[in-house]
């Protein structure tokens, strides 16, 4: 493939299948002018295999033959108070992560790396550190070659349970070529995902306000009021800082998407098909549909599709350790809009190429103060964290 870039960039989702599938290492994943990763091809090296083509998910033909639609629809809420206050919804993933760590197999999902706080998908083998794996990070994961690695532990008989965005699930399978029963992916609800550029002036811009580095940022967390109420970080004596959320300018663009990727405003994945054999996210709209669980949404409720065989497997084990009550995928889907989003229907905001110029020229300060200050800011203050939960879900 002598070309210089691969495929488009409008419509790379930078999940990494092409690095690792080339064995020439012709392709190298590095950063765009706004922090976005894509494929980079050294013609030199390039021994035109096309085994890129096949395991790209922009470009791929085979996109029906990984997708799968919903089997099972559930609300669920993990039945231990302590785990479900230690993740972002209705925590599930360690449910089935401890599961198939206990069998001595090994989890991967993303996790903060490195003192400037990198998302970046790592394997996992103890228990003991699962807990990396939890909390929601609300910005693209580096896949560090875990494709690989997974594998080569399924080629050794490990079962193994992969977790991320749909495009990173994709990418996975199609690498993979062929399906292998020990593997089990679970993909999550993606509204589209910022670059490692605008997140880590987020950083800088929070360190700075706070006077302390930051450490173990938690974009939702439930100790103060509930669930989705506030941004923590751990100080370096070991206490936590709370922040509201609905004053935070980063979660402002974020819920806005002026933060996305440019695949994200066509992404393909936005459909009740999925790429999981497993998909998690947040049950928004639950007390529309679900009137009688609508406490639930004081700590988090999860939505869980079930959408293979393998699968289902897992439907008495999730039974077992979390509360699950039968759905259905159209009560799901409407206030879910990444599962039902056809591509006529995409938005790219107006804001996105400014916000994105004047972060380059100005820096994060400069874009919090002019586009990333949220309208009746004093009534985050005024109503309890709990109402505006409610209320923000009935918006939706």
Known sequence: MKTGVLPESDSCFGCGACEQICSAKAIRMCPDSDGFQLPI??????????LCLGVCP????????ILNQPIRVYAARNKDPEMLMQSTSGALFPIIANEILAKGGVVYGCAWAGSDITATHIRVQHERDLHRLSHSKYVQSINNETYI???????????????????????????????YPGLLTIDLLCHGVPGS???????????????????DLRFRDKKVSGFRAYVSFRRPDGSRRFRLAGLEPY???FYREYFNRESCYSCPFKQSHRSGDITIADYWGLELHHPELKEWLRYGASLCLIN?????????????????????????SEKNPALNTPPE?????????????????HGFEWIAARYLRPRFAWLHYLVPAYARNLLRTFRR
């Open 41 to 50: 091809i050294n013609i030199s090296h390039c021994t035109s295999c096309y």
């Open 58 to 65: 922009a470009i791929t033909q085979n996109m029906d033959s």
């Open 149 to 179: 690695s997974v594998k080569s532990d399924l080629n050794r008989q490990l079962s193994v349970l992969y977790s991320g965005t749909p495009c990173q699930i994709a990418g996975l399978r199609l690498f993979l070529k062929k399906e």
């Open 197 to 215: 550029k605008m997140f880590s002036a987020y950083i800088d811009w929070l360190a700075k306000q706070e006077h302390v580095p930051i450490d």
């Open 251 to 253: 979660m402002y663009g």
């Open 308 to 332: 293979t065989n393998k699968g289902m497997d897992w439907e008495a084990t999730l039974g077992k350790c979390a509360e699950l009550v039968g759905s259905r995928i159209e009560y799901a």
């Open 345 to 361: 229907l995409f938005h790219r905001p107006e804001l996105r190429d400014r916000i994105y110029r004047e972060l380059n020229e």
